[in-house]
């Protein structure tokens, strides 16, 4: 039996399984489909919601939601109807290199981990980091990164206008990427993570390219993921023998269908109501609202108990969270009017496949500041929640969104029994060989 005294966990965001396995199928990517083969694979939920602030902390810490205390990119303030912008900072549990601070890690380009905190180790932070300097611990390794070139994502704001540039940003950005990671990968360490986001970047923007043969940028797609299980491949080559082997995905993929405004959905209910005609953020709803949302799946109901200013007593709260979550589960695809008829569903499907509560899907110390409801949305129904929304559906250049059941995670070595593992994000911490605890 393998004694393993070091990991490496190399990140790829918003691949799923399925297209992993089809990509394995066709030679796309025939490294890791001998390393599965050598291995194990398992499709693996996400968090809730699947988005990568969420999922990827939840790896990072080994823990849900109502013990980490992050619920999204965004996240309302604790007792008033405010926007706050959450950070690694707001991360209420220890993250796993802290866990064993006797172990040397290095951690490169992991979303969420902004602004760098000091470690046993080096840290290059990944998206969002708006300050350059504040992205990297320790602060020697600033000049020699800037001279690489490094960036932490690509430039998503203008491959919206120009897919052509799209497509050279993110073979760049993968090129800076391996750079960094192959001369740091030749430090002493225990724990190396590293995450690639371009492929992320690709699915939202290119994923109706990925089978269609005739796409303009179809060759572009499979070329960047033949790249990038040869990175992979040649980064495993430099470890040793006794390292375990992990590569993950924080959520899948699948086919955009629609975006579902669920801010001018709660209007449409009648739960919803802003102060002026041209509201710009939560601040300018209307204190007399009872719900709103925030991206991309979330609720919040307006109780006194939660914010300062609440307009309902917690019996009222309760009352109004019941018959709002009935209202919701009782949408069907045909509600969403004229472009339901675009669709390729069945109109009488119901719109989401489940509507929770926070009780059905958090605990811990920080469920207070959970969202009073999560709808789960049908696969390729991206639920945004835009505040300015003047439409229930729209489309952008998007052809991608994520999905919750359909990441994976892929083990190098045989050493885990397979029917002993919880494919769930939150529990591939278990797999450090240090940690006693065995993946149940």
Same mark, same amino acid.
């Given at each position: ?35 599965? @083969? ?61 866990? $064993? ?12 981990? #902004? ?21 990297? #611990? ?11 070139? $490094? ?65 303009? #940028? ?45 801010? #001018?959905?709660?209007? %449409?209910?009648? $739960? ?65 009017? @004229? ?64 999905? $919750?059941?359909?990441?994976?995670? %892929? ?30």
């Amino acid at each position: 039996m393998m004694e393993f005294n070091k990991i490496a966990f190399v990140g790829l965001d918003g691949v799923p399984h399925s297209l992993l396995k089809k990509f394995f199928e066709l030679q796309v990517m025939p490294f890791l489909g001998e390393l599965a @083969a050598q291995g194990v694979l398992c499709r693996m939920n996400s968090s809730i919601p699947p988005i990568s602030s969420v999922a990827w902390t939840s790896f990072m810490t080994g823990t849900e939601p109502g013990n980490h205390g992050i619920f999204g990119f965004t996240d309302v303030a604790k007792d008033e109807i405010r926007l706050e912008l959450p950070s690694f900072d707001d991360i209420k549990t220890p993250v796993i290199w802290n866990k $064993y601070p006797e172990k040397r890690s290095i951690v490169v380009n992991l979303p969420f981990t #902004y602004p760098a905190r000091p470690l046993n180790g080096q840290l290059i932070a990944g998206f969002v980091s708006p300050i350059f300097e504040r992205a990297i #611990y320790p602060q020697s390794l600033i000049p020699w990164i800037r001279s690489t070139g $490094y960036k932490t994502d690509t430039d998503n704001v203008r491959a919206r206008q120009n897919r052509a540039f799209l497509v050279d940003d993110l073979f760049a950005t993968l090129n800076s990427l391996e750079e960094v990671v192959f001369k740091l990968v030749q430090e002493p360490w225990d724990l190396f993570i590293f995450v690639v986001t371009g492929t992320d970047r690709l699915n939202h923007f290119l994923f109706d390219a990925l089978e269609d043969q005739t796409h303009p #940028y179809h060759n572009d797609v499979i070329s960047y993921y033949r790249k990038v299980d040869s990175l992979v491949g040649r980064f495993f080559e430099r470890l040793e023998t006794q390292t375990r082997k992990v590569v993950l995905s924080d959520h899948g993929f699948t086919d955009l269908k629609t975006h579902v405004n669920l801010n #001018y959905l709660l209007r %449409l209910l009648g $739960y919803l109501s802003f102060q002026s005609d041209d509201p710009r953020d939560i601040s300018n709803i209307n204190p007399k609202s009872r719900a709103f949302a925030l991206d991309p799946t979330r609720i919040h109901i307006n109780s006194r108990s939660r914010f300062r200013n609440g307009a309902l007593s917690e019996s009222q709260a309760l009352e109004i969270r019941t018959r709002l979550k009935n209202d919701l589960a009782k949408l069907h695809i045909s509600d969403l009017g @004229a472009s339901a008829h675009n669709l390729p569903d069945d109109l009488n499907e119901p719109l989401f496949t489940a509507v929770k509560t926070r009780e059905e899907i958090y605990s811990g110390p920080c469920f207070t500041l959970a969202p009073d409801i999560v709808v789960l949305p049908r696969p390729g129904y991206d639920i945004k929640a835009s505040i300015n929304a003047t439409t229930l559906c729209h489309n952008d250049i998007f052809t991608g969104t994520h999905t $919750y059941d359909d990441a994976f995670v %892929l083990i190098g070595d045989k050493e885990t029994d397979v029917n002993s593992i919880k494919c769930e994000i939150s529990n591939v911490a278990d797999l450090i060989p240090w940690n006693k605890t065995i993946l149940t």
